[in-house]
């Protein structure tokens, strides 16, 4: 770990430099040993800007950190030396980012520091949930077992993401798709259709009006429409990248019809996986309730998890918050009354995500049967209204012509 420093001489010269060192204090060491009185001491910032560019394009997914702490955890069992460990890993992956992260942790613990201080380094590529269960299992010696902890979590979360996507994904595409082809049929196909009907002036009923009248505006301005779909879905987006606008989705996620339950699942099922592997781990149970708040990835569940925190900070129990919240089922505050009762709180906990991970797999699985159907109406629809609204007039007025 490198430091730029600022010291003074015996005789009162200023020096500037840069050293190695595992952290702050030894830094300081090294200068006072050096006959050097330290003024400031300040890490030095080793981003390059290839890195910044790797960083954004060669991101590192939750699968290769599936498999880098399932490596790390077999060849610690073999025994074999950390920075030894790293280097095989770090040889073999085809990350150039994820490549960085591990030879800048190499050269951190070979200056003496921790595996999870070097990992804490880049806490946008490692949980401060995994950094703490290291951290736990540094402390105790089952390394080993920790890191396993890590992998399990990290594999579960990613299994359960991925579900949750490849439910999504169908109708997403289905709506996509029959957005793109109605903006081209009514711009394209529909003001030839119904040039007839205009040319015979002939009486029609206010839903072919309509399509008319959409046909009309549509190839004069077109663009304009195309402006203002892609400027509403930029707006949407930026806003939902703000605090206010993640806290408002966040709200409206888990109050949604058919995916609304199965959201509120997902986030019960992540509190009470993260919560029960940092208790096996060793954590404190307010740390690790500090912790879990900020990997749950729901304001709404953020917020409640850290008001559950501070009322077992001064005495309180978890149920008890957790009973009065809308947003946790009473089954789980009932459980948890029963694990705080017996002291066996992480095996309850296992209990909980273990149901509520089963009840995420059916919900995934009946969306996408109850989706379909409902996809094909709208669809249905869609095509429906635009062939009665064109054909028939055209249709009516063929029949009068006989």
Sequence with gaps: MKFNFKAKTKTGEIKEGALSAANKEMAAAILQKNELFPMSIKEASDISVRRIFLRYFDKVTNKELVIFFRQ?????????????????????????YFKNILDDAIKNIEDGMTLSDALAKNKDIFSELSINVIKAGEASGNLKKSVEYVADNIEKNYTLTSKIKSAMMYPCIVLAVFVIIAFLVITLIIPKLTVMIKEMNADVPWYTLVLINMGDFMVVYWWAVLLAIFGAIGGLMYFLSTPEGKKEWDEVKLNLPIVGKMFRYVYITRFAENLAVLLAGGIPIIKALKIVSSVVDNSQYEALILKTAESVKIGGNMSDVLKK?????????HMIKIGEDSGQIDAVLGHIDKFYSQEVDIMTKNMSTLIEPLMMILLGLGVG???????MPIYNIAGQIK
Excluded: H
């Excluded at 030396?81 to 040889?91: F, H, K």
């Excluded at 209204?385 to 054909?391: C, D, Y």
């Design 72 to 96: 790390l955890a077999i060849l610690i069992e073999a025994r074999v030396p950390i920075v030894t460990t790293l280097t095989a890993i770090s040889e073999q992956t085809t990350n150039l």
């Design 325 to 333: 919240s809308p947003i946790v089922p009473g089954m789980v505050s």
């Design 385 to 391: 209204f635009m062939a009665v609204g064109v054909l």
